[in-house]
């Protein structure tokens, strides 16, 4: 990563101004403030398309950074290949350095359905991959997909904030918009849901079922994220990962 450098934006006036826009006018407004020097991250999950056609109205060939841990369901890279062939897509995957079955042994994982450890399988798959993506590229700002209402972690988080760990702005248009609202903006510009929505899964990491399962009847979206562990992120929204990368 360059240097540690200081952010040169006014982020309070800037967040007291964001919070009156809606969506897609904060993507504009964050295209125009960095001139354009932009990235955003997508893990082509459960309703990536809607950041994704914001995004692309405003910068078409906008650089979007796409994790492949291993683990991934089949239907995650056909849904990137699907949004990747409509919207002309500049996706730049960015993969594990991990062979997915030599890490197993290594970790001492022995069933392949279900991660022991899931903070290490997170931090050595995805964000050591996506951290590499970021001092390659050193964009200004990070478009990124995250809603106040999916964690508690997110829950104070700011709609423009500085990220010291990556060294740009970190921009997070859909911030204040509920489920609703998405649903509604989806249904309005006929965007798909991944393949695996309508099989419950209202939210899509990798394919163990200790990452990923669908939810039951009454339960909150993210809550077959990592269910029973008490882990609400993967890491790539914190300031640190906890791995030390």
């Known amino acids: 990563m360059s240097a540690l450098v200081e952010p040169d934006l006014d982020l309070e006036s800037a967040n007291a101004v964001l919070e009156t826009y809606d969506p897609p006018r904060i993507v504009e407004w964050a295209s125009r403030a960095i001139r354009r020097e932009l990235v955003m991250s997508s893990s082509f999950g459960a309703e990536s398309a809607l950041l994704i056609h914001m995004a692309t109205a405003v910068?078409?060939?906008?650089?979007?950074?796409?994790?492949d841990t291993g683990y991934l369901f089949p239907e995650t890279h056909q849904f990137m290949e699907t949004l990747?062939?409509?919207?002309?897509?500049?996706?730049?995957?960015?993969?594990?350095?991990?062979?997915?079955?030599?890490?197993?042994?290594?970790?001492?994982?022995?069933?392949?359905?279900?991660r022991q450890?899931?903070?290490?399988c997170c931090g050595a798959n995805k964000n050591e991959p996506f951290a590499r993506a970021m001092r390659q590229l050193q964009p200004r700002g990070w478009l990124r997909g995250i809603r106040r209402s999916q964690a508690e972690t997110r829950a104070q988080r700011s709609i423009v904030e500085w990220s010291d760990r990556f060294q740009c702005y970190a921009f997070s248009p859909l911030l204040n918009w509920s489920r609703r609202e998405i649903h509604g903006y989806m249904k309005q510009h006929d965007l798909p849901y991944h393949p695996l929505f309508e099989k419950g899964y209202a939210s899509i990491g990798c394919n163990p079922r200790s990452c990923t399962r669908p939810i039951n009847l009454g339960e909150d979206a993210r809550a077959g994220r990592w269910s029973g562990t008490g882990k609400v992120e993967c890491g790539l929204h914190l300031e640190s990962d906890g791995s030390g990368i």
């Open 117 to 120: 450890d899931v903070e290490r």
């Open 84 to 114: 990747r062939e409509r919207f002309s897509l500049n996706v730049w995957t960015y993969r594990t350095r991990n062979d997915p079955i030599a890490y197993l042994g290594e970790a001492n994982e022995r069933d392949p359905a279900f």
């Open 59 to 67: 910068q078409p060939d906008v650089r979007i950074i796409f994790v």
